[in-house]
Each structure stands twice: as C-alpha cells, then as structure tokens.
C-alpha cells in the first residue's frame, strides 16, 4: 500500500518507529480495554446528547495551584478530558482570590483557569491521602502537577510510585527549572523565568528598563507545553501502553518562543534588545497615530503587501523607490519609511485607515482594549467570547472561547469554576472510589478531606 507522498506504508501492525503497535484490544497499561461505553478511567462517557470533546475519556487529576499547572489542566478540560482538581483540606488554591475585578466580594480569574473541573479536598501529606491518591491514579489517566521538584517525591508519591500502581499514568511537571539541572531546586515564578530566559530583555524600547507584560506570560506558556506534552505523551500510550513524564520549565517555555536569538547569536554574535513598537529590519511593520489619537497597527513588510499599501496610500512611486524597493532596502529606511506612513495615518480616522488597508489586502487592526474586543463581530462569531455560569456569583460572566476550534469533536466550557472547595467530593469519593458517607465523614474529622 502507498502513502500519498509516493511511499509504501509501514506495515499496519508496526508503529513509525518500528515497534509492533500494542494489540488493540489492550487498553494503555496493558489491561483489556473496558466496554466502549465507558471510559478509560471508568466513567460513563457523557450524556450522549452533549458532543464529546476529542478527550472525552480522558481523566486528569490535577494537584497543582495558581496558573501553569492549572492553565495546562484548563486546556485539557477544554477539549473534553475530565479533570478532577485536589485543594488541601482547609488550604484552598489562592487563585480563587484572584482577578483585578471584585463584586460582592467575588474574583473571576477562577472562572477561566478552573472551569471544567471538579473539585475535591484531599491532604496528600497524610498516610490515607496519599492511598486515596494512589487509588485515583488507577483510575485515571493524567496527572498534573506544579509543585517544586521533589515534593511528591518527599510525599512518597513520586513518579516510581505512580507507574507501579498505573503503568500507563502520564505525569505532567511544570515547575520554574526542570526537574534536573543545578537549578532544579529552586522555586520558580513567571516573572523570573521571562527574565532568566532573555524574553523580558527583549520588551520595552531601546535603553530602557525592560518592562512586563500585564500577564504571567510565562506560566501560560508553560501551561500550554505542558498539555502539549500530555498529549503527546497520551499518543505514545497508545502505542506502547505506557505513560512517561512530561517535564515543562517556565524558563525553557520562554525560551522556546524566542525564534532566531540562539542561532544569531551563535553564528553572528548579535544579541538581540528591545526595539519598541517595531521589529528591527521588519519594514513597515509598526503602529500609527490616527487623527482621534488612537493608534493603528499597519503591517506590510512582504513585497506584494508593501505595494498594495502603497496604492491605497496614494503613493504607488514608493514601491519601485530605491529606498523600499525590497525587504532588505526597507529594513535599512526604516525610519524614513514609518515617518511617510505615519504623516499619512495621521489625518484618517482609524475605522477608516483599517476599512481603506483591508479592502486593498492590506493587513491593519486597531489596538483593542477588553472593552472593544468583548464587543469585536469575529469574537462573536467564532465562539470566542463564551458564557460561564458563575456559582459563587449566582451570575453569568463572559470568558474566552476554547482554541484551537476542532470540525468534528470541538471543545467547550461544561462548567465555570466549582464555588466551593470539595464541591465534587461526594461524586468523586463515592461515586469513583464507592465510599459510604460515614467514611467520608470520619476523613473530613480526621482532615483528610
């Protein structure tokens, strides 16, 4: 049989590494594979009227607090994964407290990060958590986690542990390091890891302070290795029938976006430093005054781009000029070129800078606040701007939508953060584990849950 390139398919029985794939009546961990009508971790699949995510029948357990570890978790919740979050008894995760907007003495960022979980309290430090843990894991299928390296292991539930009890549990790592390394041990924050990495370098303009984005963008980026790593982790399993750990640094997300820096300093000794609203060499790629004040972005730094700009500038003599006649050229012109196009954007309203650019390909946006983009039509119309029923608040808070957006099997907000800590405990403990109300009730005394 022959692939579309022109290849004979590798055998149907072997994987692309050359390894027999495991026999497909064997779930990963290497037991027969459940009914079809239940999931791998034992659940009942969701209501059939409800359309599955791509991971419906994934379940995740998630023991980490504040934003990498669970923006990786949110992820796979996302696209449909079961995720079942653990806060300490009495210790709930501080982001619950979190988010610049307060009404009624409420926060929102838990709407976004918690949404599509289940929460329960469980102490990991006592003797009977970490056994309630360990039977958890059997059932499930992903752990994440973001504490410093070697907490679990000092809990006795290392990643040893956790493939003996299930030898296909993925065990997710976001931590500030690595969990190797001379630096391993240290405790890690977003804002540090854009430091160390050479990204915050990069921000701000030329001989000033380098200064922060407004987000902890670095555990973002964090988070979404990490469920990159998981997923691709889960597809291994479904190879091999066995899980592996998925180690994401903040300082290693962070430099992983940093494009041609490491190859240009190495082969030509550049280093390269802030440059403001532009990138240098990158013509004309910047923003503009508009005649209200506000500003404009114009991108147009590819030849054809940088000919339909000058068209509907009224310049087309600017494209055959010596001076931008080419990438290289504009590059060089690049502050005669931003002063020509900013003369021109500066007697034209923005709604008619963006309207003119974009009819002529032309690519021009406005430079949005949260108050235009809650209100933007393609938001909208993408799904981007998804309601979230807010327990706590007893009301509906908009958030963002769930990317990338899948044809067959999209992915969804089911639920806005649980409002109390333990929220899920009975449906968890009783329904997954099959325990009776009176142990849960002698747990809770004993603040194991």
């Not at 494009?259 to 240098?280: K, N, Q």
């Not at 087309?316 to 002063?339: C, I, S, Y």
Request: glycine fraction near 14%.
């Amino acid at each position: 049989m022959t692939s579309p390139g022109g290849q004979e398919r590798s055998d149907p029985g072997i994987k692309p590494g050359g390894q027999e794939r495991s026999d497909p009546g064997i779930k990963p961990g290497g037991q027969e594979r459940s009914d079809p009508g239940i999931k791998p971790g034992g659940q009942e699949r969701s209501d059939p009227g409800v359309k599955p995510g791509a991971l419906d029948g994934i379940r995740v357990i998630e023991v980490g607090t504040l934003i990498s570890g669970p923006f990786a978790g949110r992820l796979l919740g996302d696209m449909g994964a079961d995720v079942i979050k653990i806060e300490p008894p009495g210790s709930p995760d501080p982001l619950r407290t979190w988010g610049q907007a307060e009404v009624e003495g409420r926060h929102f960022f838990w709407t976004v990060h918690a949404r599509n979980k289940k929460a329960i309290t469980l102490n990991l430090r006592t003797p009977r958590g970490r056994e309630l843990f360990l039977e958890l894991v059997e059932r499930s299928d992903v752990i994440v986690e973001n504490f410093r390296p070697g907490t679990l292991e000092k809990w006795d539930l290392g990643y040893d542990v956790l493939h003996q009890r299930n030898p296909g549990i993925i065990l997710v790592r976001v931590s500030g390091y690595g969990q190797t390394g001379p630096d391993a041990g240290k405790a890690g924050y977003a804002s540090v890891a854009e430091a160390v990495s050479g990204l915050r370098h990069m921000n701000g303009f030329p001989g000033g302070p380098p200064p922060r984005l407004a987000l902890s963008l670095g555990d973002t980026l964090a988070g979404m290795f990490a469920a990159q790593g998981a997923l691709a982790a889960l597809y291994r399993r479904s190879v091999t029938g066995q899980g592996q750990v998925v180690d994401t640094a903040l300082t290693e997300a962070c430099l992983a976006v940093q494009e041609s820096t490491i190859p240009d300093y190495d082969a030509g000794g550049v280093v390269r430093g802030p440059s403001g609203t532009r990138l240098e060499g990158i013509a004309p790629s910047n923003i503009y005054q508009s005649a209200d004040g506000s500003w404009v972005v114009i991108a147009a730094n590819q030849d054809t781009v940088f000919r339909r700009l000058c068209e509907a500038m009224g310049r087309p003599e600017l494209a055959g000029d010596e001076r931008f006649v080419n990438h290289g050229a504009r590059g060089r012109n690049q502050d005669e070129l931003d002063t020509i196009i900013g003369a021109w954007a500066a007697t034209r309203r923005p709604e008619d800078i963006i309207e003119t650019l974009s009819a002529a390909g032309v690519i021009a946006g406005p430079i949005n606040t949260v108050a235009e983009v809650v209100r933007d039509p393609q938001f909208r119309a993408r799904g981007m701007l998804i309601e979230h029923q807010d327990e706590g608040s007893g009301r509906t808070v908009l958030g963002p939508g769930v990317v990338p957006v899948l044809s067959a099997t999209p992915g969804g907000v089911r639920s806005a953060g649980p409002a109390r800590p333990g929220q899920h405990n009975g449906e968890v403990y009783r329904g997954l584990l099959g325990m009776t109300a009176e142990e849960m009730a002698e747990l809770a005394e004993q603040g194991v849950l």
